[in-house]
Structure formats: structure tokens, C-alpha cells
């Protein structure tokens, strides 16, 4: 019988806390990332984006969402956490698939694991 529970974190193991490493199943052959850019009279949705585009945070009113639909490319998610200063422990969280749902509020982003 095989043990589930530490199986999918072998790979995490000894590694030091903010480590980009994948924890959980790789499910998508590709990464993509999903950007829109929303604010009460516009909307950029920009989908399928293979390599990361030289993208600049708006200024408010605006607000951005990111999405990335497969967390195998661990390098795109460090890019992404450099560029908009993701917090080195949140990259991990993104790069576990065996989280939790929840919500973490930070001083210039909200970071949340839906499942």
C-alpha cells in the first residue's frame, strides 16, 4: 500500500522554505498564463500566452488577475513573483497543487488557492 499523503512531496524534502519545486501531479503538457486587466469602464484579457510578455502593472483604478494553468515551468512562476514582488513563500504556495483553498491578504496583492 502506498502512502498518498507523502508520496507527492518527495521531491520537497529537505529542500530550504521558498524552494521552487512542484508538489502535486503535473496535469497540463504546457504552461499558459492568463492576464486581464480590468477596472469599471475596461477590460484586457490577453489568453495563451506561451512566454511572458513585458507587462506593467496598471496604475489604479485598475486591477490585474493573473492566471497560470499548469505549474510545471517553475521558472515562469519565479519570473511572475520577481516581476510583480510575489512574496518567495507565496511562489511555493503557488507551486504546491496539494494546498488548501485560501485566501492571504498582503500590502499590494491578494493571493488565493481555489480548487
Known amino acids: 500500500m502506498k502512502n498518498f499523503l507523502f508520496q507527492s512531496r518527495r521531491g ?3 529542500a530550504q522554505p521558498g524552494a521552487m ?3 502535486g501531479e503535473r496535469k497540463q503538457p504546457q504552461v499558459k498564463v492568463e492576464i486581464t486587466t480590468y477596472a469599471a469602464d ?3 484579457y490577453r489568453s495563451n500566452i506561451a ?3 513585458e507587462f506593467d502593472l496598471p496604475s489604479p483604478p485598475y486591477i490585474t488577475w493573473i492566471n497560470v494553468i499548469g505549474l510545471h ?3 515562469i512562476v519565479e519570473e511572475l513573483g520577481q516581476r ?3 512574496h518567495p513563500l507565496t511562489q511555493e504556495d503557488i507551486l504546491n497543487t496539494d494546498q488548501r483553498p485560501k485566501a ?3 500590502d499590494d496583492y491578494i493571493f488565493m ?3
Open 113 to 115: 488557492v481555489l480548487k
Open 42 to 44: 475596461s477590460c484586457d
Open 21 to 23: 519545486v512542484l508538489v
Open 73 to 75: 515551468d517553475a521558472a
Open 12 to 14: 520537497k524534502i529537505g
Open 104 to 106: 492571504e491578504v498582503f
Open 84 to 86: 510583480f514582488h510575489i
Open 51 to 53: 512566454t511572458l510578455p
